[in-house]
């Protein structure tokens, strides 16, 4: 079945340090695949997309990588601070479809200072 | 400012009885979503809605029910019959992300409902 999963739970890096988060898919058909970012007691928000046919893209401090042949996502965080700590989900999008989204189980990020 | 409000924030149940969470939005988004999340995971979808007057099962729907009266307001119902109703819930809509094609989710801060 369709599955957005993360490999590992959870990621201890030191502040100034580049943080890796990574992502398995195995629905080939989507059209997008988006990154959130959940603090402590809030709701998610959106940090950066990348769709299917982009290898790479580029935000403030973020970069999202993809790679289709193995189904696999990661988001880069460059010069991690302290308040990048948070859950971290990827998700798929199906382009403009009201279909479900479908999130994987979170990667919890702790910043050491 | 634009954005999704739930209420309330904290909520407290006592067995055998349902609640109603509130969530409005002045997105002008179309879809709208709930999501339950527990301790240390993922987001599970329970209902979502396309339009007005629609809505659609999630993944674990038993136990909950909402209506779509109006587009800016999509109101869950956690009922009786709900068996682990303590949770931490999510309401959000979709719409189309600044610079980008992608139709992505805009949060509420969430509703957390325990049941004594």
């Known amino acids: 079945g369709e599955s957005v999963g993360l490999h590992l739970p959870t990621l201890s890096v030191q502040e100034g340090d580049n943080s890796i988060i990574n992502c398995a898919y195995s629905n080939s058909a989507s059209d997008y695949f988006i990154w959130y970012k959940q603090e402590s007691g809030k709701g998610p928000q959106f940090i950066i997309d990348?769709?299917?046919?982009?290898d790479k893209r580029q935000g403030q401090r973020v970069t999202v990588l993809l790679n289709k042949t193995v189904k696999h996502l990661s988001l880069q965080i460059a010069a991690t601070q302290p308040g990048d700590s948070a859950v971290y989900f990827c998700a798929e999008n199906k382009g403009t479809s009201y279909d479900k989204v479908i999130f994987g189980p979170g990667t919890s990020l702790s910043v050491i200072p | 400012d634009g954005g999704i409000t739930q209420s309330p924030k904290y909520l407290f149940r006592k067995e055998g009885q349902n609640v109603t969470l509130s969530c409005e939005q002045n997105l002008n988004h179309d879809a709208m979503y709930w999501y339950r999340q527990d301790p240390g995971q993922g987001l599970r979808l329970i209902y979502y809605?396309?339009?007005?007057?629609?809505?659609q099962k999630g993944d674990i729907a038993e136990g909950y029910s909402v209506s779509r009266e109006k587009k800016e307001s999509f109101p869950l119902t956690v009922t009786s019959a709900q068996k682990n109703p303590t949770a931490f819930y999510l309401c959000a809509s979709r719409g189309l992300a600044v610079n980008s094609g992608a139709n992505v989710l805009t949060f509420g801060a969430g509703s957390r409902l325990t049941v004594l």
């Open positions: 990348i769709r299917s046919n982009m």
């Open positions: 809605s396309q339009i007005v007057n629609d809505f």
